[in-house]
């Protein structure tokens, strides 16, 4: 038992990997891996080529009971295949994959060289069942610690960087004086998304007046002020007298900011100066805030909240609505699981409109079709169809889009929510039709129109929202 160093050609799928049902053969084995996994093998392959095998992560394997000399991988076997078909993607021909994933693939072996990888870290256990107790707490979840603990939604903001909600949270949790047990289970089980809903939303940042920046919170209000409704939202989610469910749509969340009562901000108090939530801190018992939290540039503020400079007050300033540069607004709520296409998501939200049209509606396209196919694939909703009497083929993008909604209907989700996207793909008129998505890509004499982009996009947002809630 230990550390070993493999090449490719010494090791061997699992013919009882627990994934599939017992194989007879390693093409066979290979067969039911491409089953089972389908698109998640492509994503799997992407990244390897991308960015190599995960340092955390060796195979286990165990002496092979048919070949002397060689390994069979107990653990890792999706790991495996995909780098089988990317040092020899022949190994395909003959197997019943799908069109789409096969060129996929294929397309990922050009850029891949196995020497980049080999020999591959492995770790030997001399028998199956002596390997078990690992791969039992790596697949079946938590196990009270012994397993891989999942990262709650706070720690996962915090890996991805400060967002607003987050900084709205840390400031609450940092000033907002709640006990220690209440700390502890902010930190625990905290709803981060929902506060980021809420956040993102315009309307209700100009009820609390807030402003959204670069990736920044913004205010104009003192300390107590913006403390009062931030620390109201964060204990109503924590407490789950507010969840998501009563959350969906805006006209909720605009209901549940208005409805703050005491907790509403004095938006009287709104200064000219607007600072980060975040650097913000108390003002010392029985002093001011202004002692506590200067603006910037010399100035200085007055009894009223008022930012004054040189002599002159200026009047108290709303937070300002920002004008729409980008295809995908603020207020869109889209939790991405898939690197590639969350990277996708991030350009739509970050390229300006007016100088990359064609790059934006062709992302668009890529988008709404990445998408779909990963929530079919999720709820088990084939990819392909066979043909009466024919070979079986890719379902066309609107028959998938159909089927997702659909699929979403049934589970609960209010058709009228999704009349924008049913209507949109069908409607020769609409800028969201198939076939206009489909022009803006093979069409050389039809170019997208700011306007005809943002409406698309608005009628599929709600669509979009529930394939990555």
């Not at 999942?150 to 400031?171: I, K, M, T, Y």
């Not at 009563?246 to 909720?252: A, E, F, H």
Request: with cysteine; net charge neutral.
């Amino acid at each position: 038992m230990g550390t070993k160093s493999l090449r490719v050609a010494k090791m061997r799928l699992d013919l009882k990997n627990p994934r599939i049902l017992q194989a007879t053969s390693q093409r066979e084995a290979l067969q039911k891996i491409i089953d089972d996994q389908d698109l998640k093998l492509v994503l799997l392959a992407e990244s390897i080529v991308k960015n190599g095998l995960n340092p955390m992560d060796r195979f286990l394997v165990v002496p092979s009971e048919d070949e002397t000399g060689k390994y069979t991988v107990i653990e890792g076997n999706r790991r495996f295949a995909a780098i089988k078909i990317l040092q020899n993607p022949t190994v395909l021909t003959g197997l019943n994959v799908r069109t789409s994933v096969q060129k996929r693939l294929e397309a990922l072996a050009l850029d891949f060289d196995v020497k980049t990888l080999e020999p591959l870290d492995c770790f030997e256990v001399p028998a199956r069942e002596d390997g078990a107790m690992w791969i039992q707490q790596r697949h079946t979840g938590e196990n009270q610690g012994r397993g891989i603990v999942d990262w709650n939604g706070v720690a996962r903001a915090r890996f991805r960087g400060s967002d607003p909600a987050l900084q709205a949270l840390d400031f609450v949790l940092k000033h907002g004086e709640l006990q220690e047990d209440q700390q502890a289970e902010i930190e625990n089980n905290f709803p981060i998304t929902t506060l980021d809903r809420l956040l993102s939303t315009p309307d209700v940042r100009s009820i609390v007046g807030i402003e959204i920046t670069g990736g920044k919170l913004l205010t104009g209000l003192p300390f107590d002020e913006v403390m009062k409704p931030l620390s109201r939202m964060v204990r109503d989610l924590a407490s789950n007298i507010i969840n998501v469910t009563k959350l969906k749509l805006q006209p909720q969340m605009v209901a549940y900011a208005k409805g703050l009562g005491t907790d509403l901000p004095d938006l009287s108090q709104l200064s000219d100066t607007i600072v980060p939530v975040e650097d913000l801190v108390p003002p010392p018992v029985g002093g001011s805030t202004s002692s506590d939290n200067p603006p910037p540039n010399g100035g200085t503020e007055s009894k009223g909240g008022k930012t004054t400079g040189s002599g002159t007050s200026s009047s108290p300033k709303k937070p300002r609505a920002t004008a729409r540069k980008t295809l995908v607004p603020r207020g869109s709520s889209l939790n991405v699981a898939n690197p590639k296409i969350a990277e996708i998501a991030k350009e739509l939200r970050t390229l300006p409109l007016a100088n990359y049209p064609h790059a934006i509606s062709v992302l668009l396209r890529v988008f709404l079709e990445l998408s779909v196919d990963q929530y079919l694939t999720h709820h088990g909703i084939a990819l392909r169809i066979k043909t009466p009497g024919g070979p079986t083929i890719d379902k066309k993008l609107q028959k998938k889009v159909a089927e997702a909604i659909d699929n979403m209907v049934s589970s609960g989700v209010p058709t009228r929510e999704l009349d924008g996207i049913r209507k949109g793909i069908s409607d020769k008129h609409n800028p969201l039709h198939i076939d206009t998505l489909h022009n803006y890509i093979h069409n050389a004499f039809y170019s997208p129109t700011e306007r005809d982009l943002t409406v698309a996009w608005d009628n599929a947002q709600p669509f979009f929202e529930r394939l990555w809630p």
